[in-house]
């Protein structure tokens, strides 16, 4: 790096030389030399000025962008969570819940203002925690209305915007005041939710006017004009989100000739298409003339705005000893002066101007070698001091985000393993569930005519049928135990042990027996008596026996009914008894179930099914199919055969169903007993 001198400039000599100058040719050329210096002098502040507003603006733009940037793109990567996205379309998940509300927390540590807001779109439950933890174990901190106007903000935002938005606005809940930075959580074209965090308001325009003195101060403003940031607080534009256009306090406020309005609007528009990288504008902004530098922020959308004072920043006492020396140099060399101007002035500011341009466009190595111990060297000296800054922070940043991508896309990798392992083990598991349901073959020999509905709600599930037929005749039996998914999976395996194990060793011609017995075994199986009250598993069951020679079909029932049907007639339905087996405060000795004889004449159907189908939610309102919903359908389809039936069934299941989720696990079996089929 080449070294920059920041000696203060030496006046003294200079002062002499203008002294004898003046005594010597005060008559003739005082006059003369005067009115030059008075024009040059002009000039130099005027440029000087609007160089200055320039440097400004982009100076204030360069820090106020990298900490927003950072933010922004924390808020980004928060709201592109995959974990996130999946609990927003299950908040009341526990462990979901607990993990998500997990990851919140790691983002807030790693926000600027250590707080964090996030929004369920589903549910409208705005979630916060802000830097003293307070909200910790009460995240849930309301929940968003429509009707409510502090609540608009959100709305609004989900309306109009179509990635991020950065919103000024008082938050009456959490009674702070911040600049939001509002990300929509979405999947493909669905909008989730929102998430983000805030910057305190009164900190962030501290830290934005920081730099500012008497004759220098910043603004900030969107592309609509809103004023986002100033000295003044009461220019302020709150929640401009939620507000149409007439209601915004924009920079117009500021201004009082609308020509200079319309100037203005015109060069911001020309800065948000990216025709200039910065723009300088003489403007009266509080009925006081100033130089007017914008410079945009695509990344944000907002403008910074450097109004400078050149009284203030350049004044004319400032330039008075160089009087002297124009003076001078008019009068006894007219080539020395030009050379010497062009030296000390044009040619730095050139040089200046060239490294600024350069530093705009991204190259920080363009560093200015201006060699000279005035006002135009320190203020070279400055610039670039602030270059290198500027460029060691950047690279910082960029090492930081380039660590943080290279974490997280390793923990998706590992994530994405540890799914792929579960979800090849439930395959695994549901061939072997499969395996242990009665084969086609089966079925076609104990039945005249069948179908079929087995539908778990996950890969495995917790609801299956048994079937078992010898020379006497055939045990049906339909089962739903407790839970779901692979815990339901595991009470199925064991419930069909038990099974078999009672058809090989007992008469299994009364369902009532079947049951009881059942009910014992799956009680020894478990343990129940050992097991503390928090373990409590059984099942509901529904049992049919019939015998190839005789004309009755016996069934018994565990909280399964039984339905019927002849031809032309109604569906009839035998209720089972409403008592569960399996659970430890069912007592074993029990004659609470009781037998049903059906006579199985030609064209009767049977009926089973869980409580699946019954408890399908959908509809306008979400309520179940239904039992009465349900016996409906079976008897339009009445006389039909039974693939037609089932085709039916699943039609209007699935019509009632539309979009929503399957609740439970399903299974529905519909039968015409078969006569001397083994």
Same mark, same amino acid.
């Given at each position: 790096?080449?070294?920059?001198? +920041?000696?203060?400039?030496?006046?003294?000599?200079?002062?002499?030389?203008?002294?004898?100058?003046?005594? +010597?040719?005060?008559?003739?050329?005082?006059?003369?030399?005067?009115?030059?210096?008075?024009?040059? @002098?002009?000039?130099?502040?005027?440029?000087?000025?609007?160089?200055?507003?320039?440097?400004y603006?982009?100076?204030?733009?360069?820090?106020?962008?990298?900490?927003?940037?950072?933010?922004?793109?924390?808020?980004? $990567?928060?709201?592109?969570?995959p974990?996130?996205?999946?609990?927003?379309?299950?908040e009341? /998940?526990?462990?979901?819940?607990?993990?998500?509300?997990?990851?919140?927390?790691?983002?807030?540590?790693?926000?600027? /203002?250590?707080?964090?807001?996030?929004?369920?779109?589903?549910?409208?439950?705005?979630?916060?925690?802000?830097a003293a933890?307070?909200?910790?174990?009460?995240?849930?901190?309301?929940?968003?209305?429509?009707?409510?106007?502090?609540?608009?903000?959100?709305?609004?935002?989900?309306?109009?915007?179509t990635?991020?938005?950065?919103?000024v606005?008082?938050?009456?809940?959490?009674?702070?005041?911040k600049?939001?930075?509002?990300?929509?959580?979405?999947?493909?074209?669905?909008? *989730?939710?929102l998430?983000?965090?805030? *910057?305190?308001?009164?900190?962030? @325009?501290?830290?934005?006017? +920081?730099?500012?003195?008497?004759?220098?101060?910043?603004?900030?403003v969107?592309?609509?004009?809103?004023?986002?940031?100033y000295?003044?607080?009461?220019?302020?534009?709150?929640?401009?989100?939620?507000?149409?256009?007439?209601?915004?306090?924009?920079?117009?406020?500021?201004?009082?000739?609308?020509?200079?309005?319309?100037?203005?609007?015109?060069?911001?528009?020309? *800065? +948000?298409r990216g025709?200039?990288?910065?723009?300088?504008?003489?403007?009266?902004?509080?009925?006081?003339?100033?130089?007017? #530098?914008?410079?945009?922020?695509?990344?944000?959308?907002?403008?910074?705005i450097?109004?400078v004072?050149? #009284?203030?920043?350049?004044?004319?006492?400032?330039?008075?000893?160089?009087a002297?020396?124009?003076?001078?140099?008019?009068?006894?060399?007219?080539?020395?002066?030009?050379?010497?101007?062009?030296?000390?002035?044009?040619?730095?500011?050139?040089r200046?101007?060239q490294?600024?341009? #350069?530093?705009?466009?991204?190259?920080?190595?363009?560093?200015?070698?201006?060699?000279?111990?005035?006002?135009?060297?320190?203020?070279?000296?400055?610039?670039?001091?602030?270059?290198?800054?500027?460029?060691?922070?950047?690279?910082?940043?960029?090492?930081?985000? /380039?660590?943080?991508?290279?974490?997280?896309?390793?923990?998706?990798?590992?994530?994405?393993?540890?799914?792929?392992?579960?979800?090849d083990?439930?395959?695994?598991?549901?061939?072997?569930?499969?395996?242990?349901?009665?084969?086609?073959?089966?079925?076609?020999?104990?039945?005249?005519?069948?179908?079929?509905?087995?539908?778990?709600?996950?890969?495995?599930?917790?609801?299956?049928?048994?079937?078992?037929?010898?020379?006497?005749?055939?045990?049906?039996?339909?089962?739903?135990?407790?839970?779901?998914?692979?815990?339901?999976?595991f009470?199925?395996?064991?419930?069909?042990a038990?099974?078999?194990?009672?058809?090989?060793?007992?008469?299994?011609?009364?369902?009532?027996?079947?049951?009881?017995?059942? $009910?014992?075994?799956?009680?020894?199986?478990? $343990?129940?008596?050992?097991?503390?009250?928090?373990?409590?598993?059984?099942?509901?069951?529904?049992?049919?026996?019939?015998?190839?020679?005789?004309?009755?079909?016996?069934?018994?029932?565990?909280?399964?009914?039984?339905?019927y049907?002849?031809?032309?007639?109604p569906?009839? *339905?035998i209720?089972?008894?409403?008592?569960?087996?399996g659970?430890?405060?069912?007592?074993?000795?029990?004659?609470?179930?009781?037998?049903?004889?059906?006579?199985?004449?030609?064209?009767?159907?049977?009926?089973?099914?869980?409580?699946?189908?019954?408890?399908?939610?959908?509809?306008?309102?979400?309520?179940?199919?239904?039992?009465?919903?349900?016996?409906?359908?079976?008897q339009?389809?009445?006389?039909?055969?039974?693939?037609?039936?089932?085709?039916?069934?699943?039609?209007?299941?699935?019509?009632?169903?539309?979009?929503?989720?399957?609740?439970?696990?399903?299974?529905?079996?519909?039968?015409?007993?078969?006569?001397?089929?083994?």
């Open positions: 790096m080449p070294a920059l001198s +920041s000696a203060r400039p030496r006046f003294s000599g200079l002062q002499r030389q203008f002294l004898l100058l003046i005594v +010597s040719i005060y008559l003739l050329t005082g006059a003369v030399a005067l009115a030059l210096f008075a024009w040059g @002098i002009h000039g130099v502040i005027r440029q000087l000025g609007e160089e200055f507003a320039t440097q603006a982009l100076r204030q733009k360069d820090r106020l962008l990298a900490p927003i940037q950072r933010e922004l793109a924390l808020s980004r $990567h928060l709201a592109d969570s974990l996130l996205k999946r609990w927003a379309r299950d009341e /998940d526990p462990a979901l819940k607990a993990a998500a509300l997990a990851e919140l927390d790691n983002y807030r540590r790693h926000f600027a /203002d250590h707080s964090y807001f996030f929004v369920v779109g589903q549910s409208r439950h705005y979630y916060h925690n802000n933890d307070e909200y910790r174990g009460r995240e849930l901190r309301h929940t968003l209305d429509a009707a409510s106007p502090e609540d608009q903000w959100y709305f609004a935002t989900l309306a109009k915007v990635d991020f938005d950065l919103n606005d008082y938050d009456a809940p959490l009674d702070v005041t600049v939001w930075i509002n990300v929509l959580v979405r999947e493909g074209t669905e909008k *989730l939710g998430g983000g965090t805030g *910057l305190e308001l009164d900190g962030f @325009i501290k830290a934005v006017l +920081s730099e500012d003195r008497p004759g220098v101060s910043t603004l900030l969107d592309r609509a004009g809103s004023i986002k940031a000295h003044d607080r009461s220019y302020i534009d709150l929640n401009t989100v939620a507000k149409n256009a007439a209601e915004r306090r924009t920079i117009d406020r500021l201004l009082v000739s609308p020509q200079e309005q319309a100037a203005l609007r015109g060069q911001l528009d020309q *800065l +948000s025709q200039a990288p910065v723009t300088v504008l003489p403007l009266t902004v509080e009925n006081q003339p100033v130089w007017v #530098a914008m410079a945009y922020l695509p990344e944000i959308q907002w403008f910074v450097a109004l004072d050149t #009284a203030h920043v350049y004044s004319v006492w400032r330039f008075m000893p160089f002297g020396l124009l003076a001078l140099s008019l009068l006894a060399l007219a080539a020395a002066v030009a050379t010497l101007i062009n030296r000390l002035v044009l040619n730095p500011l050139i200046l101007r490294s600024t341009q #350069a530093v705009a466009a991204g190259d920080y190595g363009q560093l200015a070698m201006v060699e000279a111990h005035n006002e135009i060297g320190e203020l070279t000296s400055d610039f670039n001091a602030m270059t290198l800054t500027i460029q060691q922070y950047t690279g910082h940043l960029e090492t930081l985000v /380039d660590e943080r991508t290279r974490q997280l896309r390793q923990t998706h990798q590992e994530l994405a393993d540890t799914h792929r392992q579960v979800l083990s439930i395959q695994y598991a549901q061939l072997l569930q499969q395996a242990m349901l009665p084969t086609p073959e089966m079925l076609a020999r104990a039945f005249a005519d069948y179908f079929m509905i087995w539908r778990p709600r996950d890969l495995v599930g917790g609801d299956f049928y048994y079937c078992r037929i010898d020379e006497r005749g055939c045990l049906l039996a339909l089962v739903d135990c407790t839970g779901h998914g692979v815990p339901g999976a009470m199925t395996m064991a419930v069909n038990a099974l078999n194990h009672i058809a090989s060793v007992m008469d299994i011609t009364d369902p009532v027996l079947v049951l009881q017995a059942l $009910h014992r075994e799956m009680q020894a199986i478990l $343990h129940q008596d050992d097991m503390g009250e928090s373990f409590e598993n059984g099942f509901d069951a529904g049992v049919c026996y019939w015998a190839w020679n005789e004309p009755l079909l016996y069934f018994a029932g565990a909280r399964i009914d039984l339905y049907q002849d031809p032309a007639t569906t009839t *339905l209720r089972g008894n409403r008592t569960s087996l659970y430890r405060q069912t007592d074993p000795d029990w004659t609470l179930f009781s037998r049903h004889d059906l006579e199985r004449i030609p064209g009767r159907t049977f009926y089973l099914t869980t409580d699946g189908l019954l408890d399908q939610a959908g509809g306008l309102k979400g309520h179940g199919f239904s039992r009465r919903r349900f016996q409906d359908v079976l339009q389809g009445n006389g039909q055969p039974l693939p037609e039936q089932q085709a039916a069934l699943e039609q209007a299941l699935a019509a009632w169903q539309g979009e929503r989720p399957q609740r439970d696990d399903i299974a529905v079996i519909g039968f015409r007993p078969g006569v001397g089929r083994c």
